[in-house]
């Protein structure tokens, strides 16, 4: 009943925001006198806010044309270089700027495009050669292409490393961490050239055991069968996916609006203040974020499904149970790809310790290869995005990348090992 639901509300609430529209048109067509009285300004500025309050299923552009490279403006192309009905992998080229690092980012599938990634891929590409697994919205793919669960994710990471060849670098942000680690390990496993030489995971659910928090307790509290009958809905048969079993992308952003009420209250409070006071770029900062927010894609319920049994109920990962078309992933496999994880201590989506626990799984990785930044300050967000990101977080990986591209491929080792900590601080 989902999908039933959100297009009959949107339905009943789009002559509200078509009137609004029109209202924020009309009030900033007056003349100056008026337009600058205090009522006008916060007439208006409700208007604005009304008329831009509904979610879109419109992925938005990367918006990413050039950045700064060694203190010169150098254009970037977007180019796909890989595609399926399910993802797109793109690169972001710098045409003319040779000897960058290649580096694969992989993002969630959670509800939102990985537009949501573009202030991390802006800071990757000031010193990487960048390349994005740009997912599709299930709701766009025709029920004929087939399923796509957890085997169909990791054959498109290793598909995606593959293109990349050896010598690329890996990070994975938020809900893939243990996928991308199975499908490394994978790799490992199979002495494929294609091993990462380094592997980052940000803010990710390796081990949701370790220090539980309102989601994880809310994943085991009810039956799988629970979210697939009140949670998965079918694509109407407007839409090219028709058919499709899907968690909507609506009910995700719902569920994060839900979490932090208080603080999307306070942003749009601020939105609000920002507009009648005429402070354009506050009210752009914001106005920006949250155009990008309800921005929502559809996931496949396999995929999701899938995901809260073997992530966040069973465990199998850290238990050593997860399996790949049905091959055990061997973690301890892993000998040639050096670790990095990264972690925001005021992170209420996936606390501290979740992630970190990479490292006592991945025995095989020399002792020098294991490294943990935990960041003061930030939430789940603030990880990939914002001043602490490109001015704290990202110099880490930066200099991990680094010392990995110069050092020689490390020794195996098959010993349990300790791990360094990098700027950790709670």
């Given at each position: 009943?989902?999908?039933?639901?959100?297009?009959?509300?949107?339905?009943?609430?789009?002559?509200?925001?078509?009137?609004?529209?029109?209202?924020?048109?009309?009030?900033?067509?007056?003349?100056?006198?008026?337009?600058?009285?205090?009522?006008?300004?916060?007439l208006?500025?409700?208007?604005?806010?009304?008329?831009?309050?509904?979610?879109?299923?419109?992925r938005?552009?990367?918006?990413?044309?050039?950045?700064?490279?060694?203190?010169?403006?150098?254009?970037?192309?977007?180019?796909?270089?890989?595609?399926?009905?399910?993802?797109?992998?793109?690169?972001?080229?710098?045409?003319?700027?040779?000897?960058?690092?290649?580096?694969?980012l992989?993002?969630?599938i959670?509800?939102?495009?990985?537009?949501?990634?573009?202030?991390?891929?802006?800071?990757?590409?000031?010193?990487?050669?960048?390349?994005?697994?740009?997912?599709?919205?299930?709701?766009?793919?025709?029920?004929?292409?087939?399923?796509?669960?957890?085997?169909?994710?990791?054959?498109?990471?290793?598909?995606?490393?593959?293109?990349?060849?050896?010598?690329?670098?890996?990070?994975?942000?938020?809900?893939?961490?243990?996928?991308?680690?199975?499908?490394?390990?994978?790799?490992?496993?199979a002495?494929?050239?294609?091993?990462?030489?380094?592997?980052?995971?940000?803010?990710?659910?390796?081990?949701?055991?370790?220090?539980?928090?309102?989601?994880?307790?809310?994943?085991a509290?009810?039956?799988?069968?629970?979210?697939?009958?009140?949670?998965?809905?079918?694509?109407?048969?407007?839409?090219?996916?028709?058919?499709?079993?899907?968690?909507?992308?609506?009910?995700?952003?719902?569920?994060?609006?839900?979490?932090?009420?208080?603080?999307?209250?306070?942003?749009?409070?601020?939105?609000?203040?920002?507009?009648?006071?005429?402070?354009?770029?506050?009210?752009r900062?914001?106005?920006?974020?949250?155009?990008?927010?309800?921005?929502?894609?559809?996931?496949?319920?396999e995929?999701?499904?899938?995901?809260?049994?073997?992530?966040?109920?069973?465990?199998?990962l850290?238990?050593?149970?997860?399996?790949?078309?049905?091959?055990?992933?061997?973690?301890?496999?892993?000998?040639?790809?050096?670790?990095?994880?990264?972690?925001?201590?005021?992170?209420?989506?996936?606390?501290?310790?979740?992630?970190?626990?990479?490292?006592?799984?991945?025995?095989?990785?020399?002792?020098?290869?294991?490294?943990?930044?935990?960041?003061?300050?930030?939430?789940?967000?603030?990880?990939?995005?914002?001043?602490?990101?490109?001015e704290?977080?990202?110099?880490?990986?930066?200099?991990?990348?680094?010392?990995?591209?110069?050092?020689?491929?490390?020794?195996?080792?098959?010993?349990?090992?300790?791990?360094?900590?990098?700027?950790?601080?709670?």
């Amino acid at each position: 009943m989902l999908y039933p639901a959100y297009e009959w509300h949107r339905r009943l609430t789009e002559p509200a925001r078509i009137s609004s529209k029109l209202l924020h048109r009309t009030l900033s067509g007056l003349p100056a006198p008026v337009a600058e009285l205090g009522g006008t300004r916060r007439l208006k500025a409700v208007s604005e806010i009304v008329a831009g309050s509904r979610p879109t299923h419109v992925r938005p552009d990367w918006g990413i044309d050039s950045v700064t490279v060694a203190g010169q403006r150098v254009a970037v192309e977007v180019r796909p270089v890989l595609a399926t009905p399910f993802a797109t992998l793109l690169h972001f080229a710098t045409p003319g700027v040779t000897g960058r690092t290649p580096t694969l980012l992989v993002g969630p599938i959670s509800g939102h495009f990985a537009t949501l990634l573009r202030p991390t891929v802006r800071m990757l590409l000031s010193d990487h050669d960048v390349y994005v697994l740009d997912w599709h919205n299930a709701r766009d793919v025709p029920v004929e292409e087939g399923r796509f669960g957890l085997d169909e994710y990791i054959d498109h990471v290793l598909a995606a490393m593959r293109h990349l060849g050896p010598g690329h670098h890996a990070l994975a942000v938020c809900q893939p961490a243990p996928l991308v680690l199975a499908a490394v390990a994978l790799l490992a496993v199979a002495d494929d050239p294609a091993q990462p030489r380094s592997l980052t995971l940000m803010a990710g659910p390796i081990d949701t055991r370790v220090n539980p928090n309102r989601i994880n307790e809310l994943a085991a509290r009810r039956p799988l069968s629970f979210y697939e009958r009140f949670l998965v809905s079918r694509v109407p048969r407007r839409y090219a996916g028709a058919g499709r079993r899907v968690y909507p992308g609506l009910a995700q952003l719902t569920a994060f609006l839900s979490m932090n009420t208080r603080r999307h209250l306070g942003s749009h409070v601020q939105l609000y203040r920002a507009l009648v006071a005429g402070d354009g770029a506050t009210a752009r900062r914001i106005r920006d974020f949250y155009d990008e927010y309800g921005a929502v894609m559809d996931v496949p319920a396999e995929f999701y499904l899938e995901t809260l049994q073997h992530v966040f109920m069973e465990h199998a990962l850290p238990r050593g149970e997860f399996v790949w078309r049905g091959q055990r992933v061997d973690l301890a496999a892993i000998r040639r790809t050096a670790l990095l994880t990264v972690e925001g201590a005021e992170d209420d989506l996936c606390s501290p310790g979740q992630t970190e626990a990479a490292h006592g799984l991945c025995t095989g990785i020399p002792a020098d290869d294991h490294h943990h930044h935990l960041q003061s300050g930030v939430g789940h967000y603030g990880v990939f995005a914002g001043s602490r990101w490109s001015e704290e977080i990202y110099p880490v990986f930066r200099d991990f990348v680094a010392a990995r591209s110069a050092a020689r491929t490390a020794s195996s080792s098959g010993s349990r090992v300790p791990h360094a900590r990098i700027g950790a601080a709670r």
